[in-house]
Each structure stands twice: as C-alpha cells, then as structure tokens.
C-alpha cells in the first residue's frame, strides 16, 4: 500500500471520531484522548499537566480522572515526562510518593499497547491518555489541547 493510500486511510479512519487530528498532524504529534463517552472537547496545557500529576482528580462533572499511561521508553510516556517536566526516575519516585502520603490511590494504570489503551478507555469511562496521533483507534476521541488538535500551528505535545 503506497504513502497517499495509507494516508488517506488514515484520514477516513480518523473521521470516524468526534474529533479528528487534521490530516496535517505530523508523525511524532501525540494525542490526548478519552472515552467517546466523555463530554470533554477541550483542555488546558495546565489542566493536562495537573490532571497527569495527580493534582487535579475530577472532571469538571465531578467525576474521577482515571489516568491511562505508556510504559516507559514509549514516545507517549516520553512526551508525558516532558508535560510534567521529569525524568522516568523522578516519575516513578513522585508517584511512590503520592500513593505512599495517601495523596493517590495508585499510580497511573501503564499498559504496554494501544490496543489496551482503548481497552482502558472503554472500561474506565473518565478515563484520559496520551496516545501517537497515527495509533488513534476507533472509540478513542481526540480532544483539543488549548483549542488546538494535533497538527496545528502551536500545537504542545510532540
């Protein structure tokens, strides 16, 4: 299958959600995405960066933020380090610490595919990952990073 064809599969793939990345997403661009099920569209740089540090719980619904992470060496965990500015060591050690103080429950759930992050998403509906812009599946929606999708000019997670 040729470049134009994979990339145009890609694209009708992609339509299918409520929220698809625009064709111009670059390759190392990664997605932030939820359940169809939740109603967010949008979200702040601040607000990610909080939700995946464990300091902001709940949607603003009220319901619980169920965090879904890549193991550690995957582009998306490597993008997720550089959101809360850290290294897989101080992650690992600060999550520890959470779970350790009471503040968490748990560390983040870290699961070793796409396949199981979709899994994930459907299981946990207020659910959030991050997830390569060509690896997003059928059932996870792509939400807007301060207003912006994969792709755009200014877009942060790459």
């Known amino acids: 299958m040729g470049v134009k064809s994979t990339a145009t599969l890609l694209v009708l793939g992609l339509a299918t959600l409520s929220l698809a990345p625009p064709a111009t997403a670059q390759a190392d661009d990664v997605a932030v995405v939820v359940s169809s099920r939740n109603p967010a569209t949008n979200i702040s740089l601040g607000e990610l960066r909080k939700m995946f540090a464990g300091t902001k719980r709940s949607w603003p619904g009220g319901q619980p933020v ?66 390569n812009v060509r690896e997003v599946k059928p059932g996870m929606k792509v939400i807007k990073v301060d207003s912006l999708l994969p792709g755009a000019s200014g877009y942060p997670l790459h």
Not at 92 to 106: C, H, I, L, N, S
Request: a neutral charge.
């Open 66 to 131: 169920k965090l879904v992470t890549r193991g550690p060496g995957c582009p998306e965990r490597l993008v997720l380090l550089k959101l809360l500015a850290m290294s897989e060591i101080e992650y690992k050690q600060y999550w520890t610490g959470q779970v350790f103080r009471g503040e968490a429950d748990a560390e983040p759930l870290t699961v070793p595919s796409v396949g199981m992050q979709k899994e994930a998403l459907t299981v946990f509906p207020w659910a959030i990952s991050l997830v």
